[in-house]
């Protein structure tokens, strides 16, 4: 599960590197919604997420341009974060340790190790225990993306009952690279209902629906037991 993911990473980290706070964050995208999670130590107050957007817009410029983990200590008084010393000070943010979550070269996101009751300079074991999670914790997070977005996809054809066009065609593209591999021979065969605008215009779209229905149902049950049927179109089907 997605959110288990990041309550394990978050928590695991806490209890292995020397920190206050752990966040991960990944940015929205147009295929995933934005992800924020925390854990934090038990006498440490936690960071609404509203009040340090600015200063994740800064660590993620700095570390996209370094591409690996980076350490922040005496942060309330450095340049780079002026303009986040008010709330660095309010949540008594001494020094943070950043990395990235790269997957397959792309920068999705970022854990935060916020060092809260002292300075903190974290030492080359603990970066490269950081640096290790974040590859795991990255691969996790888009497996656990990825099955959410195969569960959540449509397999069937709700009016027909055949299979989707979406998975007729992984279907038909993993036989395809299969009969490349193994050299045997494959068919595909391709059904469309012929005028099919004249009947949705002269008889209406649930006349046109019922004709779709009834061509599935005809198609599934004359073709060879195990062959993949599907409707690929609006009046076609495979």
């Known amino acids: 599960d997605y959110n288990d993911v990041l309550e394990v990473s978050t928590s695991c980290l806490l209890k ?7 966040l991960i964050w990944v940015p929205g995208s147009e295929e995933w919604e934005e992800t924020q999670h925390a854990s934090c130590r038990k006498t440490i107050s936690p960071c609404p997420w509203e009040k340090i957007d600015g200063l994740n817009t800064i660590l993620w410029q700095l570390i996209s341009e370094a591409k690996d983990t980076v350490s922040f200590e005496k942060i309330q008084t450095s340049p780079l974060f002026a303009l986040q010393r008010d709330m660095l000070e309010f949540f008594s943010v001494q020094s943070i340790l950043v990395c990235p979550l790269i997957y397959k070269s792309t920068q999705i996101g970022m854990i935060m190790i916020h060092s809260c009751q002292e300075e903190n300079s974290w030492n080359p074991e603990e970066i490269s225990l950081l640096s290790t999670v974040a ?43 299969n009969a490349n591999q193994q050299n045997y021979p494959l068919c595909l065969g391709l059904l469309y209902v012929n005028d099919f605008q004249d009947i949705v215009m002269t008889q209406g779209q649930t006349a046109a629906e019922t004709v779709l229905h009834k061509v599935g149902f005809l198609v599934k049950t004359h073709v060879r037991k195990g062959s993949v049927v599907g409707r690929t179109g609006n009046e076609e089907f495979g």
């Open 135 to 177: 590859g795991h914790t990255a691969v996790a997070l888009q497996n656990a993306r990825h099955f959410s977005k195969a569960q959540t996809r449509e397999l069937k054809d709700q009016l027909t009952g055949l299979e989707s066009p979406q998975f007729f065609e992984e279907r038909l593209a993993v036989e395809m690279r």
């Open 16 to 22: 292995t590197i020397q920190g206050d706070r752990c």
